[in-house]
């Protein structure tokens, strides 16, 4: 496969929590890494290592989304969580892959992680953003 460019953060994926979206912002920072990795034909415990990074830091976003989610009694958050594993399993795979052979990072692979991650946000993240908006508007409504 052909070089891949950066994707940059945009509006669109905006789920209205300032919190969220940044972390989003970071993990397709991290994902444009790995692009620029790639590109310099790095050594392979540099790309391990950047994959490693990665996954620790999905681990982290995805349970900070979570929290959020359990604490406003989304509905959906059991299906949610169980999507985000299954990235992070990947991930797990990848590193794995890595160490073994630093080609195994390739444009397809990452172009996939952040195709998951694109349609993951455009799908299930935005479900629940008229959710919290009800549940936000109720609340203030009550005060």
């Keep these: 496969m ?3 460019e950066a994707f940059e953060w945009n509006e ?3 789920v209205d929590i300032p919190e969220i979206d940044e972390l989003q912002k970071k993990m397709f920072a991290l994902l444009n890494v790995l692009i620029d990795l790639k590109d310099n034909n790095k050594d392979g415990k540099e790309c391990s290592n950047m994959v490693a990074e990665l996954n620790e830091y999905s681990r982290y976003f995805f349970s900070k989304e979570e929290e959020y989610l359990r604490k406003c009694g989304y509905p959906e958050i059991d ?3 169980k999507e985000h594993r299954k ?15 630093k080609d195994n990072l390739n444009y397809e692979v ?9 349609e993951h946000i455009m799908t299930s993240d935005l479900l629940y953003v008229p959710f919290l908006r009800t549940t936000n508007y109720i609340k203030d409504c009550k005060k």
């Design 79 to 81: 299906y949610h969580a």
């Design 12 to 14: 669109e994926l905006s």
């Design 87 to 101: 990235f992070i399993k990947n991930t797990v795979s990848l590193r794995r892959l890595v160490t073994e052979d």
């Design 110 to 118: 990452i172009e996939q992680l952040r195709d998951w991650l694109v």
């Design 2 to 4: 052909d070089k891949i």
